[in-house]
């Protein structure tokens, strides 16, 4: 009697539990029907039960809302109710059977009720679903699946009992079976559709919800709920608007303020423990039980410094981590499992005895196997790309949040480049990490198993794969660690290239100015050139590495099948062994490749780990450096006590001993020199600087107009309201107040007209206004102004000062802290502050401190004694001095009337550069161009301009190295078939060694072929590179002005950052893997149809789908790779201006909106990224799924031909065919990804056809070194447009100046004075006319050879991030002792002499840690250095104090007494002494002659000169 016991009874000629005879060895297998009624019945209810505790948790815990009852629900719960009745149905109708004395085995009664008893919480789950809000139930689905496969066993094999007479014997059985069948393929029918959505939940309140959310389990492990998306990308080109709104759990929202809190947990955790190590020590110390210092107890926790990171990824995002490994561990079981069906398959075909309906059992094992590895292995991807975008949500919304509370010297440490580079480049590489780093342990169990089969196959001869890999480890780790140090290198140099790229970009207009863009580019190219080396060297050594990893399954084959056969002659290397082996090889294979993998991607994310762990561990901002809290009975708006303050820890006091009170509604202004601490005491009031000692208290709102305006990509309107709700009678009212209102008649679309980047198309007196005005609508209580008139005419600033801050102005009733350099005002504040050295030298009201006779007076008394001085020469033409009691004569109607009159007239000069392109576009005041998102196709086009930057001769180096490999990929494996049946003689076989030769000589021709394709198409990649960054940087830097006005910065960096690093490293690597899958897939096709001939019936079909799938594909994943790169630049931008803003956004309190902005961006990238990953999954898994279907039809058609096929030749086919699978799936992936990836040439190359300047040099024409030697400037008939339909800026300027002239340049704002200034060094270029520089065209020569003779010092200094030398001479042209000769007439030696590193002194990002008068200081260092014949000053002392705009213009009269000086002059006393004054009204020359003689006229210049109060 066979197996069954008590369970199955023991009746006589019962087959028991299992019977081998009547399962296996026979030609119509069944099980016996104890097997079928107990363990097949019971696998469905084991399943239930185990998942039943843990499913009710998760639902308890995760309530979606409720779904009410709906038709699919009720009809599932009658069928449940129906399957309960029925199993105990059979359960009763045992029990009766017994009571009326039939004897029945115990299964009869115990599978009744165990399946009856598990229908309950099966019913039960589908109601609790329901109240949580779950619309299609994978769980249960399952469990329905299970137990319908089940009772198909059951019911096949009662059918066939029926066929054969069986009804009769238990009629009621066979019935209840029957319809137990139908009912169970009903429930799963049922449970493949979703319920409807749940109420209460927030996805219906999204317009277009992800539909993975309503999608059915199948739908949703299979992918195919994004069919729909890919359909429609198919037929026309996706939008932003056609993708879906963010799941929950994958928003900002929901993750950083997740992230954010766990990072502090873990930061402060850490401070604990250092403090807690750090008292220790100081203890021990005290004790003499150690004497380790506090600097080394830090250097032993600095490597640590990325723990607290590290615990918040893994606190957050550990549990999601796990269960996607451990889909990947179920995956990998049932890749082992392939090669052993594998062996018996080869079997079987060896034994032809063997029954057909094993063949075709084992074929269709391979399959389901094959798609159940596909199901697991895109889930675990799924999950792990999912979690990489919610880490870079996390680490990008986190170091956003950082950059607002970065202190000063936190500031100097980073760049907006480099913090580009941390969200870019060092998130990529730990999103990377998510999914290779499995890989570092699961890819050593996967090789130990292989080697346990190996041995299974060939014995002691599998040592010998372990010596093998034992010698290649240590090679990959060598070139591993040696290719980490290159990578270093080359991030180093890129991010050294990033912050030179930023600052070139940002400062454009100055380098244009000078004429360095070569120099410029020859240092970015020079850095470039020292990444490029390193990326070559890395990618070298990467081939290498791809090269020991292919041959190591040649090399392990090669060594384990030579022993095998060589030690002894009696063994037989047959089909199974060879090809089994090589199954297992192949798995080998992808282990050993998948661990040097996971090894680079954890050394490449613990270096960008550390890098973002520094960066988020950068000294903030301390909040207890201001106390906005002070009582209310308080009477006092601004308080400090004894403070000192610094720029940062460890640097010497820049305020020392400040003790003041500003009372409410009290205007203060501040006064001193240059570097005297005005603007630090403003910074110290916000809270800026790190206070050392005293108290700082401000009680209400603050508002803060900075020395720098800050502007913002946005609206005029959205510049000034910032933030807050619109008001239109008051905002109105700030905008008339701030003389703004006839700037916005010039817009294009008045208040809603964009401002382009930094304010790039307004001017500067623009921008001034716009930032006080956004002050002024924000109602604060307190006014932190810095020197807010700097940059507007005289009688501008005095008609905002008498309707903004003034005592009858909107502010009056407000506290004002006013920094100033117009002493004409002072007499209308209520308070003064004199600083000197960082001190309050005085304080009172104006009379008071008149009287006092001290510091103060005699600061005014030089300002006058100065402004006489200038002005004596004019005494003679009738002009009389006022003093100092009486400078405010000019009456505010007067100032008000031309204030009117000259802003309305061409206040929007800087507009008009690009007010045609606005108006002409469809969004009127749209200045700034988005991301261009292209729609169509990759044009064949850029594929060959990237094959043409590579180089002909490579190209088809390339292609001859791949056929070589692939010929003898195919050979080597031939030649094993034709080894695997050579016939055995004596058991043993003939021509071994022959066999094994030919074997190893093909092996290593096919490896050093690898070697040499891999390295030609990377180091291409690099040549590739190369050219097209070059072209890029040519095709930008040539770019006019108008194209930077017009382009984000963010779009140009996205090119230089994100675009270039997928040229360099992307796509040759591609390139790479889609060459190599494409004749590996030509060769799998060769080989199955060589040994199958009929199986060209399924794979031409099977290929076809292919060809469907990528082009649906296609067509989507390259749109939505154009619209992730879209909208990946407003992030780069949104941080960079987020960054240069940010005291002005602590200042007015806006972090959260600020935070809220970036999150909205971050999400609507995301929602791209987060397409595209399921696009790629759904992609991988049908491709898989038709290469399953290759598989499977490769094994049945070989089944089918049994007769006549060798074993030798079927596992050649089988082995090939098992990786179709994968090289298909990859070979389109590698297609996809090119093509996607191709689009970053495309973007780059897109600026090759943007308009360029004219020529830096032109040939003949260029102009000598001695040229000019006169400065004789002469304007013909010259006439100036911003874009040729607009009307002339300047027109008719007919005018000549001699040679050593010095000529004032005049009017009011808008005249075209600056204008004028851009058409001398050609930014713009004439409409009309020409200029002529001693007797030579300007436009006949080449832009550097003009701009290289003309020196201009501009209205706004501008600084590099770099030492001071090299801000001082960028060329680096002149010796030390020459600067420091210049920097003695400037009077800054001793400044610079008393820095640390004097000449070297590192200057911040735009000079921050520099006074703006040290700044233009600076600039005019520059001007002597370069000694130009024409020296152009555009405004430069417009925002400097009175001293030192009087030092600035001795200098340019004594230095440059012998060169023509054109000054664009606001304040009228620095020009009359000059020896002609031009003077322009509305772009004309309204007067032009010597100061006297234009004051005896009594015209414009008069008149100006009158506002100014100097006659």
């Not at 770019?1039 to 490293?1065: C, H, V, W, Y």
Request: hydrophobic content about 45%; some cysteine; glycine content about 6%.
């Amino acid at each position: 009697m066979a197996a069954g016991g008590w369970l199955c009874g023991s009746r006589e000629g019962s087959a028991g539990l299992w019977d081998w005879n009547q399962t296996w060895y026979t030609s119509n297998p069944r099980f016996t029907q104890c097997f079928q009624n107990t363990i097949i019945a019971w696998i469905p209810c084991t399943y239930l039960w185990i998942c039943f505790p843990f499913y009710y948790l998760y639902l308890q815990h995760h309530s979606r809302g409720y779904i009410r009852m709906s038709h699919l629900f009720k009809t599932k719960m009658v069928l449940g109710f129906i399957l309960i009745l029925l199993c105990f149905s059979n359960l009763f109708y045992t029990l009766w059977e017994i009571s009326q004395g039939s004897l029945r085995a115990p299964m009869f009664f115990i599978s009744p009720a165990v399946l009856g008893i598990t229908m309950i919480p099966a019913v039960f789950l589908t109601q609790f679903e329901r109240l949580k809000g779950v619309q299609s139930s994978g769980i249960l689905l399952i469990f329905w699946l299970l137990s319908f496969l089940a009772a198909t066993v059951t019911v096949s094999s009662n059918i066939q009992q029926a066929l054969q007479g069986g009804f009769s014997e238990d009629p009621f059985r066979h019935v209840t079976s029957y319809v137990y069948f139908i009912l169970l393929l009903a429930e799963v029918v049922l449970f493949s559709f979703t319920d409807w959505p749940p109420f209460f939940s927030k996805v219906i309140n999204d317009s277009n919800p992800c539909p993975e959310l309503g999608a059915s389990f199948v739908s949703k492990i299979t992918f195919w709920w994004f069919s729909g998306l890919v359909w429609k990308g198919y037929w026309q080109p996706l939008q932003a608007d056609d993708l879906w709104a963010l799941m929950e759990e994958n928003s900002s929202e929901e993750i950083v303020s997740q992230f954010e809190r766990e990072w502090k947990k873990y930061c402060n955790r850490t401070k604990r423990n250092t403090e807690s190590i750090k008292y220790k020590k100081h203890q021990q110390s005290r004790t003499g039980l150690a004497k380790a210092d506090e600097t080394q107890v830090l250097l032993q926790l600095e490597p640590s410094q990325s723990g607290p990171l590290l615990k918040a990824f893994w606190s957050l995002f550990g549990t999601y981590f796990l269960l996607g490994t451990l889909s990947l561990v179920i995956c990998d079981v049932v890749l082992f499992s392939v090669p052993q069906i594998l062996s018996l398959f080869l079997e079987f075909i060896a034994d032809q005895e063997a029954p057909s309906w094993r063949g075709y059992f084992y074929a269709t094992l391979l399959f389901l196997l094959a798609c159940l590895q596909t199901l697991f292995e895109q889930r675990y991807m799924y999950a792990c790309l999912v979690l990489g975008l919610r880490l870079k949500t996390a680490v990008t919304g986190l170091v956003y949040r950082k950059i607002l509370v970065l202190s000063n010297a936190a500031r100097r440490a980073a760049t907006v480049g480099e913090i580009v580079n941390l969200v870019c480049v060092d998130v990529q590489r730990l999103m990377d990490l998510i999914i290779y780093f499995n890989g570092t342990w699961l890819a050593p169990m996967r090789i130990i198993i292989c080697f346990v089969f190996l041995w299974q196959l060939l014995g002691p001869s599998a040592l010998t794969a372990i010596g093998v890999f034992l010698i290649l480890l240590p090679l990959n780790v060598v070139i591993t660690k040696k290719r980490s140090h290159f990578q270093e290198d080359q991030m180093s140099h890129k991010d050294s290239r990033a912050r030179l790229t930023n600052a070139m970009l940002r400062d454009i207009k100055i380098i244009k100015l000078y004429g360095w863009e070569k120099a410029f580019m020859e240092k970015v190219l020079g850095i470039r050139k020292q990444e490029l080396q390193a990326l070559k060297s890395s990618q070298i050594l990467f081939s290498l590495s791809l090269s020991s990893f292919h041959s190591s399954t040649f090399l392990i084959a090669f060594v384990m099948f030579a022993v095998y056969t060589l030690v002894d002659e009696q063994h037989v290397l047959n089909a199974e062994k060879a090809f089994v082996s090589l199954t297992l090889i192949n798995l080998l294979h992808t282990a050993h490749s998948f661990l040097p993998f996971s090894i680079t991607a954890a050394i490449q994310a613990k270096v960008s780990l550390n890098r973002l762990a520094a960066f988020l561990s950068l000294e903030e901002l301390d909040p207890t450096n201001k106390s906005g809290v002070v009582s209310n009975l308080l009477q006092d708006r601004i308080t400090v006590r004894n403070g000192t303050f610094t720029w940062c820890r460890g640097s010497s006091p820049c305020l020392k001993r400040i003790n003041l009170t500003v009372p409410r509604g009290c205007l203060l202004a501040v006064v001193g020199q240059v570097g005297a601490g005005k603007s630090s005491l403003l910074s110290a009031l916000l809270g800026e600087l790190q206070q050392l000692d005293g108290y700082v208290a401000m009680k209400g709102t603050v508002a803060y107009v900075p020395q720098q305006d800050w502007i913002q990509n946005a609206s005029l309107e959205e510049n000034i309201i910032f933030g807050e709700k619109l008001d239109e009678s008051w905002y109105n009212r700030v905008i008339e107040a701030c003389a703004l209102l006839p700037d916005l008649e010039n817009f294009p679309a008045g208040s809603k007209s964009e401002i382009g980047e930094k304010g790039t198309n307004l001017s500067g007196g623009q921008k001034q206004r716009v930032s006080l005005a956004r002050a002024v609508y924000k109602k604060a209580a307190v006014y932190l102004l810095d020197n807010p008139l700097s940059a507007v005419d005289v009688q501008v600033g005095q008609y905002i000062f008498e309707h903004v801050i003034g005592p009858n102005g909107l502010l009056k009733h407000t506290t004002r802290v006013l920094v100033t350099h117009a002493t004409n005002i002072l007499p209308q504040v209520d308070n003064i502050v004199l600083m000197v050295d960082g001190e309050i030298s005085e304080t009172g009201s104006y009379q008071e401190l008149l009287q006092k006779n001290g510091a103060f007076a005699d600061f005014l008394h030089s300002y006058d004694n100065a402004e006489e001085n200038e002005g004596c020469d004019l005494q003679a033409a009738g002009s009389t001095s006022d003093t100092i009691g009486s400078r405010n004569t000019v009456s505010q109607g007067k100032i008000c009337s031309s204030v009117r009159s000259s802003v309305l007239k061409d206040e929007a000069k800087a507009v008009n550069q690009v007010g045609a392109t606005a108006a002409a576009s469809k969004d009127v005041g749209k200045l700034t161009e988005g991301e261009k998102v292209e729609t169509s196709k990759v044009n064949i086009s850029i594929y060959l301009d990237y094959l043409r930057a590579m180089g002909t001769s490579i190209c088809l180096y390339i292609v001859l190295l791949f056929t070589c490999q692939q010929a003898a990929s195919f050979c080597r494996g031939y030649w094993l078939s034709l080894w695997a049946d050579d016939p055995v003689s004596n058991r043993t076989l003939q021509d071994t060694e022959l066999r094994v030769g030919v074997f190893g000589v093909l092996g290593v021709f096919q490896a050093t072929a690898k070697f040499g394709s891999t390295a030609a198409v990377l180091l291409g990649g690099v040549i590739a590179s190369c050219k097209l960054f070059q072209q890029l940087l040519e095709n930008v830097t040539r770019s006019p002005m108008t194209f930077f006005e017009q382009t984000p910065i963010g779009n140009l960096l996205n090119r230089f950052s994100k675009e270039t690093d997928a040229i360099d490293s992307v796509i040759p690597d591609k390139l790479k893997s889609l060459l190599g899958f494409l004749f590996s897939l030509l060769e799998i096709y060769i080989v199955v149809m060589v040994a199958t001939p009929i199986a060209v019936v399924a794979i031409v079909p099977l290929t076809a789908l292919y060809a469907v799938f990528q082009n649906f594909y296609i067509a989507t994943a390259c749109q939505l790779r154009r619209l992730e790169a879209a909208s990946r630049s407003p992030i780069y931008s949104h941080i960079s201006e987020t960054f240069q803003g940010s005291v002005v956004i602590r200042a007015y309190k806006e972090q959260s909106r600020f935070v809220l902005h970036h999150d909205s961006r971050m999400d609507e990238h995301q929602r791209t990224c987060f397409a595209g990953i399921v696009a790629d999954r759904w992609l991988a898994t049908n491709l898989e799924f038709l290469g399953n279907g290759i598989v499977f039809f490769a094994a049945l058609f070989a089944v089918i031909s049994k007769t006549h096929l060798s074993p030798g030749i079927v596992g050649f086919s089988i082995s090939y065919a098992l990786q179709i699978t994968g090289v298909l799936n990859w070979m389109v992936r590698s297609w996809t990804e090119l093509q996607t990836n191709i689009v970053s040439v495309e973007r780059v190359s897109e600026y090759s056809t943007t308009p360029k300047e004219a020529p830096w040099t032109v040939g003949s024409n260029s102009a000598s070194q001695a040229w000019p030697t006169k400065g004789a400037i002469e304007f013909r008939n010259y006439g100036l447009k911003y874009r040729p339909n607009l009307e002339f800026t300047l027109k008719n300027i007919n005018i000549k100046i001699n040679g050593q002239e010095k000529i004032g340049i005049v009017g009011r704002t808008g005249a075209g004075k600056s204008t004028l200034a851009l058409g001398l060094l050609r930014l713009v270029e004439p409409a009309e006319g020409e200029i002529l520089i001693d007797g030579v065209n300007i436009a006949q020569i080449g832009l550097h050879d003009l701009r290289t003779k003309i020196t201009i010092i501009p209205q706004d200094p501008v600084l590099f991030a770099g030492s001071l030398r090299m801000n001082l001479d960028p060329l680096s042209k002149y010796s030390d002792e020459t600067i420091w000769r210049v920097l003695e007439w400037i009077q800054l030696r001793s400044f610079v002499l008393d820095l640390p590193d004097q000449l070297n002194h590192k200057c911040s990002e735009q000079g921050e840690n520099l006074s703006v008068g040290q700044k233009q200081l600076i600039c005019l260092a520059r001007a002597l250095l370069r000694k130009s014949q024409i020296l152009l000053l555009d405004e430069a002392t417009s925002a400097v104090d009175l001293e030192t705009d009087l030092q600035i213009q001795l200098i340019v009269r004594t230095q440059f007494k012998e060169r023509t000086v054109l000054t664009i002059a606001h304040r009228i006393n620095t020009v009359l002494d000059y020896d002609r004054i031009l003077v322009l009204e509305n772009g004309h020359v309204a007067e032009f002659g010597t100061p006297e003689e234009l004051i005896a006229q009594k015209g414009l210049f008069y008149r100006l000169v009158e506002e100014s109060d100097r006659v």
